[in-house]
């Protein structure tokens, strides 16, 4: 697949599908194809700063802004420490697996028995906002804000 939301990539930093599925086995969960395929090959890659709006009740549009997406294995947080923190802090549903991070800190998720993706701020985490239904879908937003 295209990213036109990465600008630079570095593939020192990608992982393996053995590593993939060594979290796989830990978590209890199975990646999307999507996100494997980005793991595997744009793993802590920098990306655009995205931004798309959705319309969350009638009449009424939001916009979402992408940061970054959130590595496997290297970084200062990557998933790892993230999804663990979602498991210790017992806030969150530990279906929420955390994919990317908005300007101010507040996570998007993916659902691991779904694949939707889902909003959660860090001021609102009882009301998570439905971004669309798969990182698939999530990854087209990113490329068609690209496109504006």
Request: proline share 3%; hydrophobic share 40%.
């Amino acid at each position: 697949m295209f990213y036109k939301f990465i600008i630079e990539t570095n593939a020192a930093m990608n992982v393996s599908k053995e590593y993939i599925e060594s979290l796989e086995a830990k978590w209890k969960i199975q990646f999307p194809e999507v996100l494997v395929d980005y793991y595997l090959h744009y793993n802590m890659s920098l990306t655009a700063e995205c931004s798309f709006t959705l319309e969350l009740a009638k009449g009424e549009d939001s916009e979402f802004i992408l940061d970054c997406m959130i590595p496997l294995k290297y970084g200062t947080i990557p998933l790892e420490k993230e999804y663990e923190a979602v498991l210790d802090d017992g806030a969150r549903s530990d279906d929420f697996i955390p994919l990317a991070y908005d300007m101010d800190g507040d996570l998007y998720y993916w659902h691991k028995k779904t694949y939707a993706v889902w909003y959660i701020s860090h001021e609102n985490v009882e009301n998570p906002i439905f971004i669309c239904d798969s990182v698939e879908k999530y990854f087209d937003l990113l490329n068609q804000s690209c496109d504006l």
